[in-house]
Nanobody, 127 residues
Framework: QVQLVESGGGLVQAGGSLRLSCAAS????????MGWFRQAPGKEREFVAT????????YHANSVKGRFTISRDIANNTVYLQMNSLKPEDTAVYYC????????????????????WGQGTQVTVST
């Protein structure tokens, strides 16, 4: 199994930036697709971004494309979410997720496809 711990959340003004980190520990020698999801108050959890094990294949939700960037450092067992030009509607709890994959090119956008989840980190964007 793998354990995921998010960090980097906090309070930021609209237009500002944050970088979230997701550190993995435990069984990290397997191949994993990684993803970021978020859940705002009163709303369903939604997909934000995903990255393949290889790191060269990524996909971002339209709502964050051009502002957020997912990246991965396999050597450090860490996935990042760089968030720029933050908006109040980005306010949510952000979750990191991991899913074992058969090959290094697979990405997942559905939360049901992920087996492992972190506890989340709060991001609050003020006006």
């Amino acid at each position: 199994q793998v354990q995921l711990v998010e960090s980097g959340g906090g309070l930021v003004q609209a237009g500002g930036s944050l970088r979230l980190s997701c550190a993995a520990s435990g069984r990290t020698f397997s191949r994993y697709a990684m993803g970021w999801f978020r859940q705002a108050p009163g709303k369903e959890r939604e997909f934000v971004a995903t990255i393949a094990w290889s790191g060269g294949i990524t996909y971002h939700a339209n709502s964050v494309k051009g502002r957020f960037t997912i990246s991965r450092d396999i050597a450090n067992n860490t996935v990042y979410l760089q968030m720029n030009s933050l908006k109040p509607e980005d306010t949510a709890v952000y979750y990191c997720a991991a899913e074992p994959v058969a090959n290094s090119r697979i990405v997942h956008t559905r939360q049901d496809d992920y087996d492992y989840w972190g506890q989340g980190t709060q991001v609050t964007v003020s006006t």
